[in-house]
């Protein structure tokens, strides 16, 4: 295990020293995070389904889904996928998490998710109910597993906060999408 966890930092080293995303030095303003993030995702091989860097709290990367494997092999080595679970509807995602922004506290009908921080800073609110839990700021490479209907917030710090996330959908024959959001509480007064 201690072997795997050496992997998994020195990977997460690899993916900022070369690819320098988030200096914590410079004032990269929001158009050079996605495009940093963008230009990462595109030297790796990754197609980019959807960029949405629209969102007031950030945005995201939708990835292809025919990637999953390598997807995961680059940013979720420590967990461990069935031949089955590959097989079924699985999306990859980065979200883009501005300082000081949060996204709605919120949960899913049809998905459960898996988030790791891969640079940057971030926190996570959550709980089983709708009364908020307490910040916890995420650790850098720590995977974070969040069950259908877990309420959770992610957060951002004092600086960007970049979260790899996979969408477990729970029911492959009606996937979920960005409609599968019950916002219990949000800053942009958004339904």
Do not use: C
């Not at 690899?14 to 495009?35: A, H």
């Amino acid at each position: 295990m201690r072997f795997l966890s050496e992997l998994i930092i020195f990977d997460l080293h690899i993916f900022k020293t070369d690819m320098d995303l988030l200096d914590k030095n410079s004032q990269l303003n929001e158009n050079e995070v996605f495009q940093k993030v963008e230009d990462f995702l595109e030297v790796k091989g990754f197609r980019i389904g959807v960029k949405d860097d629209k969102r007031p709290w950030g945005g995201f990367f939708a990835l292809d889904e025919k990637q999953i494997r390598e997807f995961a092999a680059m940013f979720f080595e420590d967990v461990e996928f069935s031949e089955l679970q590959l097989t079924q509807k699985l999306s990859p995602k980065l979200l883009l998490v501005a300082p000081g922004a949060r996204l709605s506290w919120q949960y899913h009908h049809r998905r459960a998710e898996i988030w790791k921080l891969i640079d940057g800073e971030a926190g996570i609110v959550r709980s089983p109910t709708d009364e908020l839990g307490k910040l916890e700021k995420m650790d850098l490479g720590e995977t974070i597993f969040l069950a259908q209907g877990e309420r959770h917030r992610l957060v951002g710090l004092d600086s960007w906060g970049i979260v790899a996330e996979i969408w477990m959908h729970t029911d492959p024959q009606t996937p979920s999408s960005e409609e599968d959001i019950v916002r219990v509480e949000d800053d942009y007064a958004r339904k």
